[in-house]
């Protein structure tokens, strides 16, 4: 079991997946009042994402397919039947990852092999980063995937700033459960009961506060 850390000094970026990115980027402008700026593409998924810094180091991600690439097999996060965007995954930095792999496991949580990444971005720069497998269910995205930035500079550095994220709510059936994983992943949030997997955040925006689901 790790130490565990406050939520907010772990958690990288929350992942709002959508069938169609410049919809989404629409959308959730008109929610935020914030227009989150392009980040690049995911060559290897068929994918590419936009980006809205939600503090130093944290920042919502806007991911959804690239027709302009090839389409894989499978994308990530049930994009290719996702009929509508919705919050499916965050994300917690860590510096071991393997260390990680191994925490889940023992709570029989999958996070899939350790994966080095990276996507070019709009200026031509690319960003690489090691993380765990995306693709693992992971209790419909409630138990995070992790991330390592190593040297490569934080997105949300780069990302149109003015929203904050308040709160992270997370609820399963399995609620006891899943509080066993995140204790023994060093994670510091709790895991309400309730019908079905629920992830939720409250994002201080200049328009207000807005829950995102």
């Known amino acids: 079991m790790q130490p565990r ?21 629409a959308e959730i402008e008109g929610r ?21 810094s939600l503090g130093p180091r944290m920042y919502l991600e806007l991911f959804g397919p690239d027709p302009t690439l ?7 996060f049930g994009l290719d039947t996702l009929t509508r965007a919705r919050l499916v995954s965050w994300v917690a930095r860590a510096q071991d990852l393997a260390a990680a792999v191994q925490a889940a496991a023992a709570e029989g949580v999958d996070l899939g092999e350790v994966q080095q990444r990276s996507r070019q971005r709009p200026d031509g720069s690319v960003l690489s980063w090691t993380m765990t497998d995306p693709t693992k ?11 390592h930035w190593g040297d490569s ?17 997370v609820s399963h059936p399995e609620a006891a459960r899943l509080h066993r994983v995140f204790q023994a992943l060093g994670l510091d949030l709790s895991v309400e009961p309730g019908p079905g997997p629920l992830l939720e955040a409250t994002i201080r925006s200049p328009v207000g506060d807005v829950v995102l689901s």
């Open 137 to 147: 269910p992971r209790a419909d995205g409630i138990v995070p995937y992790f991330i």
């Open 70 to 76: 090839p389409a894989p097999a499978a994308r990530p």
């Open 5 to 25: 850390q406050p939520l907010f000094s772990v958690l990288d970026h929350l992942v709002y997946a959508t069938p169609d990115l410049d919809a989404a980027v």
């Open 153 to 169: 500079p934080h997105p949300a550095a780069s990302a149109p700033a003015g929203c904050t994220l308040l709160a992270l709510r």
């Open 32 to 52: 935020l009042g914030v227009r989150a700026a392009v980040g690049g593409q995911h060559k290897a998924w068929g994918t590419r994402n936009a980006l809205i």
